[in-house]
């Protein structure tokens, strides 16, 4: 089973930026799409963007849209989260979540099998 571990969060003042990393180990093709959740304090999960290690085909949430940007680096076995024009209201703890490659499309927590342990992103107004 892959293992995913998240970098990059941290603290930001509204309008800045950060990059998530997630370092995947153990790939298999139960983690052909990976994707990226966020969930703030008595919220549920919420779908951000996701990316196919292939072909490199993403999508997103319409929230980040024009925001953030979801990219991968198959040499390095990492996937991307640049964001950008961060606003309060994206706090949360961000997980990266691997899926097989029918999950493509698909905006479900439930539907990625396997997850990192997130990383904190605080943006301040």
């Known amino acids: 089973q892959v293992q995913l571990v998240e970098s990059g969060g941290g603290l930001v003042q509204a309008g800045g930026s950060l990059r998530l990393s997630c370092a995947a180990s153990g790939r298999t093709s139960n983690s052909d799409v990976m994707g990226w959740f966020r969930q703030a304090p008595g919220k549920e999960r919420e779908f951000v963007a996701a990316?196919?290690?292939?072909?490199?085909?993403?999508y997103s949430a319409d929230s980040v849209k024009g925001r953030f940007t979801i990219s991968r680096d198959n040499a390095k076995n990492t996937v991307y989260l640049q964001m950008n024009s961060l606003k309060p209201e994206d706090t949360a703890v961000y997980y990266c979540a691997a899926g097989v490659s029918k999950v493509y499309g698909s905006s479900r927590s439930r539907d990625f099998g396997s997850w990192g342990q997130g990383t904190q992103v605080t943006v301040s107004s």
């Open positions: 990316i196919t290690w292939g072909a490199g085909r993403t």
